[in-house]
């Protein structure tokens, strides 16, 4: 049996679920190899040494200093209740808004003249946007083919971010960061 | 319905002194639980403060099913964690080199009002458990000073229990290892392992 194996029958032991029989092997291995006999009475001085040591105790006025602390759970309740029925009337507003609107102007709307030039109007906008962008973009296209180079910082750049993005998820532990973890049983 | 539902019930409708009887009940473990992993008395006192007022604020997703003690103990060591590698990332972020792990957590840094009068036994405690990472000295603890079976170590650190027997046997090691440099070399001269 290789050494790992006694290792993880102390640790058994320690926890007191180590058989008998099991035991009478761990024991006699130990009374004849030093290395495993030193790591067990290191292993048990450990042991006895934090289950003799008591808990520790706060300042006296400790809970009075928190109850002051706490905030209004009422006050946090109506708080909540009155967000909501903001978002709720942030919602039901334009609705009501939009039917009173098209029962007030609705027979204007529907004015065939109107109506025209509304769509023209709208389509002209468009016909703006779209030539802003493809102006913007065909500025860039013809910028990049240009000047290549701008390629390899692209990759330089990427690089960077995605060594720099894994560098600080190690250090922050982001996947065990999640706020709601903790109460969330 | 015993004492403990009806301060809860109470609490929940927004009557702050019957969550009072809560920490009244449970500020020792909650502040034993931030001690052992800040190692800093300011530190944890303000840590198991945040941790009674968070779960005074979100006792609407408290589950009776679960032990009210197992929850507050879930909520402080996982403030404790990300204190601690929110702490790191910022001493690393400006640049410094890292101190030593004593150095991180010393009492030095707060006021005299802050420092807890320590006994040698605790205070070698102490150094012990700040030889091991967070996670390690966190199942440590849990496992130690609150009695708790695998099982509910895996529940208050939200992992599996293959997780918290791996973690155990890794940090019983690490502090084998260091035990010697502690005066902990004990050698009683019958081998036994009795449990």
């Known amino acids: 049996m290789e050494h790992e194996e006694y290792t993880l029958m102390m640790m058994d032991a320690l926890d007191g679920e180590l ?34 040591t008591p808990m520790l105790a706060p300042a006296a006025d400790f809970a009075q200093r928190t109850l002051a602390r706490l905030p209004n759970r009422r006050y946090r309740a109506w ?16 609705l009501l808004f939009g039917t009173w609107a ?25 016909e703006v946007i779209g030539t802003v962008v493809s102006a913007l973009f065909g500025a860039m296209g013809q910028f990049i083919s240009e000047n290549p ?12 971010v995605v060594v720099w993005s894994g560098v600080y998820r190690q250090l922050l532990g982001i996947p065990n960061l999640s706020p709601a973890r903790s109460v969330s049983r | ?32 639980l931030a001690y052992r992993m800040l190692n800093n008395a300011g530190e944890a006192e303000e840590a198991a403060q945040e941790a009674f007022i968070r779960a005074y604020t979100r006792l609407e997703t408290y589950n009776p099913a679960h032990k009210f003690s197992t929850w ?69 603890v849990l496992r130690y000073w609150y009695d708790l079976s695998y099982d509910e170590i895996a529940d208050v650190m939200d992992t599996s229990v293959s997780a ?32």
């Open chain 2, 72 to 140: 507050m103990l879930s909520i402080t060591s996982n403030y404790c964690i990300d204190l601690i590698r929110k702490r790191r990332a910022l001493l690393l972020s400006i640049d410094e080199p890292l101190p030593p792990h004593p150095a991180l957590h010393s009492d030095n840094a707060k006021g005299p009002e802050a420092q807890l009068m320590l006994s040698e036994q605790q205070e070698t405690v102490q150094a012990l458990l700040q030889e091991l990472p967070e996670d390690y000295r966190q199942a440590v």
């Open chain 1, 19 to 52: 058989a008998a029989e099991q035991r009478q092997l761990l024991e006699s291995h130990l009374r004849a190899c030093p290395p495993c006999e030193r790591e067990w009475q290191a292993l048990t001085a450990i042991d006895a040494l934090f289950r003799q």
């Open chain 1, 102 to 126: 098209v029962r007030r102007y609705g027979a204007v709307i529907n004015e065939p003249g109107v109506l025209r030039s509304l769509l023209q109007s709208l389509a002209h906008t468009l």
């Open chain 1, 149 to 160: 180079i701008i390629f390899g910082w692209l990759f330089v750049m990427v690089g960077f």
């Open chain 2, 1 to 32: 319905m015993n004492e403990e539902q009806v301060w809860l019930e109470q609490a929940r409708k927004g009557d702050k002194a019957a969550f009072g009887q809560l920490i009244e009940a449970y500020q020792g473990p909650v502040f034993n």
């Open chain 1, 79 to 94: 708080l909540i209740g009155a967000i909501y029925a903001v978002l709720l009337f942030s919602g039901v507003l334009p």
């Open chain 2, 164 to 195: 918290i027997k791996s973690r155990l046997f890794r940090a019983r090691r690490q502090l084998a290892d260091v035990s010697a440099g502690f005066g902990l070399n004990a050698q009683p001269e019958t081998v036994s392992v009795a449990a």
